[in-house]
C-alpha cells in the first residue's frame, strides 16, 4: 500500500512537471492553432464536454473545436471524411494537435499523461454495462495518451472495446514512470504520422 501511495505520488509529480513543460513549449502551437480555429469559423475555439474520469468523477474535457460550431452530438463519433469537421479542424485531428489543451486538465489532476481514455459519459454508462472489465478503467486516472491511444481509435473500433479493456490490463501490470514516459515518448512520432481522424 506505502509503495502504491508514493508511486502515485511520483505519478502526479510527473503529471505536473511534464504538463507544465509541454504547456511552455508548444504555447505558440497553442496560440496559433486558437487563432486558426476562431479566424476560421464561427464559434469559441475551445470544445468542453463533459467525460467520466477516476472512479467515475465527472470532469470537462477540453479540446480545440475541429467541427462546425453546433454540429457536435453526444454519443456521435466522428469518422473519417466526416464533413461536419472544418479544414482547420482536419488538421488539428490527423495531427492529434486538437488534444493539446487537454495538457490543462493534467495539470488540473483530471487527467494524467499516460491513462485510459475517457469516455463521454452515456457511452461509459454503456460499456460499465456490457463491456467486462470496463469498470476496473475508471480505477486508473484517464490519460492524454496511453496504449489505447497509440494503436488507434479505428482499429480499436474495427476489434472491439474489449480489446481496449485488455490494453488497459496490459498497462495496469506495468504501471512505472519508465513506461509512462516510453509511451510519452512514442506519442511524438505517432502525432507526426498524422494517424488521426
Not at 457511452?123 to 491511444?149: D, F, W
Amino acid at each position: 500500500m506505502h509503495k502504491a501511495r508514493q508511486y502515485h505520488r511520483a505519478k502526479r509529480a510527473f503529471d505536473i512537471v511534464c504538463s507544465s513543460v509541454l504547456i511552455a513549449l508548444t504555447l505558440p502551437v497553442l496560440l496559433a492553432a486558437w487563432l486558426a480555429v476562431r479566424l476560421t469559423s464561427r464559434g469559441p475555439a475551445i470544445f468542453r464536454q463533459k467525460r467520466m474520469g477516476y472512479r467515475g468523477a465527472v470532469f470537462t474535457m477540453f479540446k480545440f473545436r475541429t467541427m462546425a460550431y453546433g454540429t457536435a452530438r453526444p454519443l456521435d463519433l466522428v469518422v473519417r471524411g466526416d464533413p461536419r469537421v472544418t479544414p482547420v479542424g482536419r488538421l488539428l485531428r490527423a495531427t492529434h494537435l486538437d488534444e493539446l489543451p487537454q495538457l490543462f486538465n493534467v495539470l488540473r489532476g483530471e487527467m494524467s499523461m499516460v491513462g485510459p481514455r475517457p469516455d463521454e459519459l452515456g457511452i461509459a454508462e454503456h460499456l460499465k454495462r456490457t463491456v467486462p472489465g470496463y469498470a476496473e478503467c475508471l480505477n486508473m486516472v484517464p490519460g492524454l495518451t496511453g496504449l489505447s491511444q497509440l494503436v488507434g481509435r479505428e482499429k480499436i473500433n474495427g476489434r472491439g472495446r474489449r480489446f481496449e479493456v485488455w490494453l488497459h490490463r496490459v498497462y495496469r501490470r506495468k504501471m512505472c514512470l519508465a513506461y509512462d514516459l516510453l509511451v510519452v515518448l512514442l506519442t511524438v512520432p505517432h502525432m507526426l504520422r498524422q494517424r488521426g481522424v
